[in-house]
């Protein structure tokens, strides 16, 4: 499992973009799989495209927490766990500095503009499509 992973991140280079569905809704996303690319995030932005995020691929699944210190626009996240399907979403107010945690363990998250999930239905246990490879 550990070397199919491995595999999979390698896939997803950083700085390349996806088109992920939710519920048939499109959703233009960066890949952030490295350390660095993951600590760095959307921070430092001032907007966000309408129907566009990042999805953050971690090494593995684990519970995850993120922040918001640097990151100018409020975003919502979505976690979800191995089977693609969310965990939790989470709105994230710019600057704050507590951290929003996964209900579980969580091996990928998408961060778009604050509401954007809520706008197109889309709940916990609902399915991602286009990361599955």
Known sequence: MKLLLENWREYLNE???????????????EVASDEESIK???????????????LFVFPKATQ??????????????AYLGEDNKILNIEDMAPHDTNGVKSH????????????????????PGDHVEGIDR
């Open 15 to 29: 700085g390349s973009s996806l088109v992920l569905k939710i519920n048939d809704v499109p959703l233009n996303v």
């Open 40 to 54: 760095k995030g959307l921070a430092h932005r001032s907007e966000l495209g309408q129907n566009s995020g990042m």
């Open 64 to 77: 995850q927490s993120f922040w918001m210190k640097d990151t100018d626009i409020p975003l919502s996240i």
């Open 104 to 123: 579980g363990p969580a091996k990928c998250a998408i961060e778009v503009n604050q509401g954007w999930f809520d706008s197109k239905g889309i709940q």
